[in-house]
C-alpha cells in the first residue's frame, strides 16, 4: 500500500495505491486499485494508526506517450536508474495473454528487448540497493 503524490498529473493530487501480488511469472502484471484522497496527511496518520510504517520514498520523474493502444512511460527514478514501462488496460482476465503480447511487440519496436524485463518495483530496487 503507498500513498503518491503526483505533480505529473498536472494537478496536486494525492492518491492511495493498493498492488496485489503478480498475477503470472511472465510480467509485472498485478491488480491495482487507486483512488483520491483529500488530505494527504490524515491518510498518512490512519495507515500509520493502522499498523503501516513507511519503508521507503520513491521519488522519480517520468513522461508518458499513447502509442497504439498503450502507454509507454519514461521513469528516472533516483537512486535507482532509469525505465521503460509498457502497460494497457484489461478488464477481463482472458484478455491477459493479448495485452502481454502487444506490449512485448511495442518494447520490441522500440528495439527493446522483452526479456530484458525486470518484475522487481521501483521500492524493491530501492530497498535492494540500500
Given amino acids: 500500500m503507498c500513498i503518491r503524490d ?3 498529473s498536472g494537478s496536486a493530487d494525492t492518491r492511495i495505491t ?6 503470472d511469472d511472465e510480467s509485472k502484471t498485478r491488480e491495482e486499485l487507486e483512488t483520491a484522497v483529500g488530505d494527504r496527511e ?5 495507515l500509520t494508526n493502522l499498523g503501516f510504517e513507511a519503508a521507503a520514498t520513491v521519488r522519480k520523474e517520468r513522461e508518458r506517450f499513447a502509442l497504439e ?3 509507454v512511460t519514461l521513469d528516472s527514478v533516483d537512486d535507482v536508474g ?9 478488464v477481463d482476465e482472458s484478455d491477459l495473454e493479448a495485452a502481454r503480447d502487444g506490449a512485448y511487440d511495442v518494447l520490441e519496436r ?3 528487448e522483452p526479456d530484458d524485463q525486470l518484475r522487481t518495483s521501483y521500492l524493491g530496487l530501492l530497498l535492494g540497493a540500500e
Fill in 6 to 8: 503526483r505533480p505529473d
Fill in 18 to 23: 493498493y498492488k496485489g501480488p503478480l498475477v
Fill in 42 to 46: 490524515t491518510a498518512d496518520a490512519i
Fill in 69 to 71: 493502444g498503450y502507454t
Fill in 82 to 90: 532509469e525505465y521503460v514501462e509498457v502497460e494497457t488496460d484489461v
Fill in 110 to 112: 522500440l528495439e527493446l
